[in-house]
């Protein structure tokens, strides 16, 4: 029997652009965003981390159960480390605009929530594609199954999702030259447009089956 896995897919954003207002970050501050659950596997340990050496750069969290949010919250007194939870699909966007640069720090093994299936080798995160619609400077884990929707220094930095000091590197080298955050995000951006989109996404389903049925 194949197997066939076809990655994920976003929403292109609204033309409007909308953001959250009053926003917590400090004015002229590097705003740093993460968006996604909390459970493990999915790197908060590193966006903890990261902010508690990063002082100078403002990080926020966007997604979460209660539960998680304040067991973080508990671990990490950070005042530049920023907790918004659960935000519906609708208001997304004004997080979004808000965000200088993305992470993506999952880790080898992801585990499902309340659950001990790992799903590392499988996942496609929705929040990559979201990044990349926004055509944000994104920061990811450098693990097999993201390296097929990024390229180290193409569309994304790519670092060891566990060596800290590669991740305040990367950082900080987006911060000092801002052709790189530029020329980062409009490609991934354009990639996103080409490839990612719900509508390309269904196109490959669609040929997929097509190809199969004449076979």
Known sequence: MNLWVIPDAAEIPPKSKKVVDPWPG???????????????GKGMEVVKALAETLGEYDFHVVGGRDLDIERWQNTCRAPNLFF?????NN??????????????PSQKQVMLADDKRDIGQWMSPL???????????IVSSDLPV?????????????????DLSAWEKALRRLDHDSALRMRLGKTARAEFLEKYTWEKRARKIVDLFGDISRH
Do not use: T, W
């Not at 400090?26 to 459970?39: A, F, M, N």
């Not at 993201?146 to 670092?159: G, K, M, S």
């Open 26 to 40: 400090r004015p002229g501050v590097l705003q740093i965003g993460y968006v996604g659950h909390l459970y493990p």
């Open 127 to 137: 929040k990559a594609f979201e990044y990349m619609s926004y055509g944000l400077p």
């Open 146 to 162: 993201l390296r097929e929707i990024f390229q180290h220094e193409r569309n994304a930095l790519l670092v060891d999702p566990r």
């Open 84 to 88: 918004h939870g659960f935000v519906s």
């Open 91 to 104: 208001l997304l966007n004004g997080y979004y605009e808000r965000f200088n640069m993305a992470l993506l």
